[in-house]
């Protein structure tokens, strides 16, 4: 029923750039805030980014501020984070996620794209 597919992960040099996509379906997306989360070797799942359902306001971790992009497109369902100036310790599995704005014990998970940064 309730599906959140990435896509757009891959392997990049550090500073280079990669847009990910999440693609959603199966529920009211303009009702849900849409979170990227990210997942590191050995390390704990992180909140990268979040975009409101309803104001459209924008989180980001500290780490990528002025470099992460986070967006929207409800006509599409849809949620994006553009990620330029990559560095290597932005390499991890990308998850998208999202929480229903009017029951927060609705929460989904896509199934993760890979990001590498290496020379």
């Known amino acids: 029923q309730v599906q959140l597919v990435e896509s757009g992960g891959g392997f990049v040099q550090p500073g280079g750039s990669l847009r990910l996509s999440c693609a959603a379906s199966?529920?009211?997306?303009?009702?849900?805030?849409m979170r990227w989360y990210r997942q590191a070797p050995g390390k704990q799942r992180e909140l990268v980014a979040a975009?409101?359902?309803?104001?459209?306001?924008?989180n980001y971790a500290d780490s990528v501020k002025g470099r992460f992009t986070i967006s929207r497109d409800d006509a599409k369902n849809t949620v994006d984070l553009q990620m330029n100036n990559l560095k290597p310790e932005d390499t991890a599995v990308y998850y998208c996620?999202?929480?229903?704005?009017?029951?927060?014990?609705?929460?989904?998970w896509g199934q993760g794209t890979q990001v590498t940064v290496s020379s």
């Open positions: 975009i409101s359902g309803t104001s459209g306001s924008t």
């Open positions: 199966g529920f009211t997306f303009s009702g849900h805030v």
């Open positions: 996620n999202a929480i229903r704005l009017s029951n927060f014990n609705y929460n989904y």
